[in-house]
């Protein structure tokens, strides 16, 4: 990879993203960007009311995100964005002509991902969402540069195993390891 990592945490609701994302760029001394922050508010109604959004409905918000990414792959700068991220089209939308851009995605089963839902307060997305998100998520390929680790580890395992896998230029015989939750 040349130059700081750019690094998307991805995956279904409820999975972890902005913990995990908080805590990477941390270590990474960067900036982190919630992608939920950068939803119109058309979405959040849309998703409150327990409407799962459309391949229209992100599009926008997307272009958004992607732009954080295009600037910070500009001015050479290290970078962690929370984004579902769920489906191929995507995430190459949000990579754009960026080769610095990784994807660390968070695996885990519905059951855990509801319990986990059902358990969070002060947010818009509602557990009837959950069926919906695992319909459009599309498993990142192994020509992505992407990591999956389980949600079902600790939240400082993850990402010591993400600086692992981006100092060795986004390359991991284990890239899998942690297993599916």
């Given at each position: 990879m040349i130059g700081p990592p750019i690094v998307v945490v991805m995956g279904v609701c409820?999975?972890?993203k902005s913990s995990v994302g908080r805590?990477?760029?941390?270590?990474l001394g960067?900036?982190?960007?919630e992608g939920d922050a950068h939803h119109p508010e058309a979405n959040i109604a849309k998703m409150s009311a327990g409407v799962p959004l459309t391949d229209a409905d992100r599009e926008g918000w997307l272009a958004v995100l992607a732009g954080f990414i295009a600037d910070a792959d500009r001015r050479s700068e290290a970078l962690v964005v929370a984004c579902?991220?769920?489906k191929r089209r995507y995430r190459d939308q949000l990579r754009g002509d960026s080769a610095r851009v990784r994807f660390l995605h968070l695996d885990g089963t519905k059951a855990v991902i509801a319990d986990r839902m059902a358990a969070r307060t002060a947010h818009f997305m509602p557990t009837a969402l959950i069926d919906s998100q695992f319909a459009d998520l599309e498993a990142p390929g192994p020509e992505e540069n992407a990591l999956t680790r389980s949600i079902l580890l600790p939240v400082d395992q993850i990402v010591a195993d993400a600086c692992g896998y981006l100092t060795n230029n986004g390359k991991a015989a284990t890239a899998t390891a942690g297993g599916n939750a």
């Open positions: 409820g999975c972890g805590g990477l760029a941390q270590a960067c900036a982190f960007i579902s991220a769920l």
